[in-house]
């Protein structure tokens, strides 16, 4: 059965031009609930960790480099269904590919600065979540 909970990160693109308020107005209309959330900014370290799946691939420092270059929204998502349908919301990695009226179409700038991150599968949004939030800062 699939989980009620993702986890996403509004990234250093989206929230320097100005996207935050957006962007949690989307993911709520969706139909998600915030049930943990802060604003932060991960050190090179952190995010090369995040990312650490992807240190094989070309653009992984290019990755870590942008993901630590400013500050970002980290939040835990609940909804029936989280992890597809938040996927569905952002829409394709690449905003030229991504469905039109996604948060990706709508704000992100390229390939790589595409505004905003979602797990992949509730598995990745459990270790996720944990990564960025202690038990007493979930309010489920
Ligand atoms: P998604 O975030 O849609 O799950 P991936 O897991 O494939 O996409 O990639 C993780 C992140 O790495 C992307 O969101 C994007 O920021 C960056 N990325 C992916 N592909 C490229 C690329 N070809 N060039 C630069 N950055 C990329």
Redesign the pocket.
């Known amino acids: 059965m699939a989980g009620n909970r993702t986890f996403t990160m509004i990234?250093p693109d989206a929230t320097k031009n100005g996207h935050i308020g957006a962007i949690l107005n989307h993911i709520n209309k969706a139909g998600f609930k915030i049930v943990a959330m802060k604003y932060t900014r991960l050190s090179s370290e952190k995010a090369g960790e995040f990312?650490a799946v992807?240190k094989e691939?070309?653009?992984y420092g290019?990755?870590v480099e942008?993901m630590s270059s400013g500050p970002i929204v980290a939040a835990i998502l609940e909804k029936d269904n989280a992890v597809e349908d938040f996927?569905k919301t952002?829409g394709?990695?690449?905003p030229a590919e991504a469905e039109a009226g996604t948060i990706r179409a709508l704000y992100a700038t390229?390939?790589?600065?595409?505004a905003v991150?979602?797990s992949?599968s509730d598995e990745n949004a459990k270790i996720e979540s944990d990564f960025h939030f202690a038990g007493t800062e979930i309010f489920g």
């Open positions: 990234k990312y992807h691939r070309p653009f290019e990755l942008f996927r952002i394709a990695t690449n390229s390939i790589g600065e595409n991150h979602g992949d």
